[in-house]
């Protein structure tokens, strides 16, 4: 449990950062060169190499074969480890959030009846 | 930015705090209504299936307490949160401390209280509830998210479609 946890951590850390998510849906396009990762966000290609740094020690990416292009490869495990444990705690409010919803709706229905009923009375009576 | 409904958004803005965001079709003094009014309270707050709510009192006001308690419906177990009302904004905000008592479900200990601000925010008749839990330090968050989750996680490939939504909105 403690080396999810860790693992855990480090995903969160990775995923903080703006241009790090960016980086990652840029990869779930498909893998790319650090110069290819470099050319939308206007960063040098050092600040790049950066932040390709802390994802690579997430596990979130990987450095391809190719020798001369180094392509970046996005990793889908931690990410899904990462989605499936906030999913859960999602889940749980989500729950609770649902019954507000009907009650809500409730409310806002027996609201409306009770404007009508006062409608109707001072049509009566004027 | 799109109003999403019956999604709550769960995001990490540190690493002691979590925050819950949900959207509600109605006008922010009824969802202020139903988070402040005890009866109320106890029709929606439920927690897992099973549970039921049959302790909820709410002193809404600078200073004032509330303690709220779960029963299982199987086995008569509790647990429960309490805590001190620290800021009081009608309709608008709410801040107040919490700790939770593990009751007869489990071993273990009280944890320190973490810091909860609630805001309601209303536009064009829907309002946004966004909860920010502060647990005080990492370790406080990660046993409280891990409180009552499953072993074992499923492969999920939902917050790449996300970050994927995101990326192209922005």
């Known amino acids: ?33 650090v110069t290819e990762l470099a050319e939308p966000f206007e960063m040098s290609q050092p600040a790049i190499s950066k932040h390709l740094k802390v994802l690579e020690r997430a596990g979130l990416i990987t450095v391809g074969q190719d020798a001369q292009r180094r392509p970046r490869r996005l990793e889908g495990r931690p990410l899904a480890e990462a989605s ?43 | 930015m799109p109003v999403t409904f019956e999604k709550a958004q769960v995001s990490l803005p540190s690493d002691r705090e979590v925050r819950v965001t949900r959207s509600f079709r ?55 949160f309490s805590g001190t009302f620290r800021e009081v904004v009608p309709q608008s905000k709410l801040v107040h401390s919490e700790a939770y008592d593990p009751g007869t479900v489990s071993d273990d200990f009280p944890t320190n209280d973490a810091l909860v601000t609630v805001t309601f925010i209303e536009d064009a008749g829907v309002t946004t509830m966004t909860t920010l839990i502060d647990f005080g330090s990492k370790e406080a968050r990660e046993a409280a998210m891990s409180t009552g989750m499953t072993d074992g996680m499923e492969q999920s490939y939902q917050l790449l479609d996300r970050l994927l939504d995101e990326t192209r909105s922005a």
């Open chain 2, 26 to 80: 109605a006008p922010r003094a009824l969802v202020y209504k139903t988070y402040t009014d005890p009866s109320l309270v106890q029709r929606w707050l439920l927690g897992p299936p099973g549970w039921s709510m049959p302790v909820c009192e709410m002193d809404v006001r600078v200073g004032g307490r509330y303690r709220w308690r779960w029963r299982s419906d199987k086995d008569g177990k509790e647990f429960g």
């Open chain 1, 84 to 126: 499936a444990w906030l999913e859960q705690y999602r889940e749980a409010w989500e729950e609770n959030f649902k019954r507000l919803d009907s009650l809500l709706q409730e409310m806002q229905r027996s609201s409306r009846a009770s404007r009508r009923v006062v409608r109707r009375k001072k049509k009566r009576s004027g």
């Open chain 1, 1 to 33: 449990m403690n080396n999810t946890a860790d693992r855990l951590d480090s995903t969160f850390l990775a995923l903080a950062d703006p241009t790090r998510r960016a980086i990652l849906a840029r990869l779930a396009l498909g893998e790319a060169s």
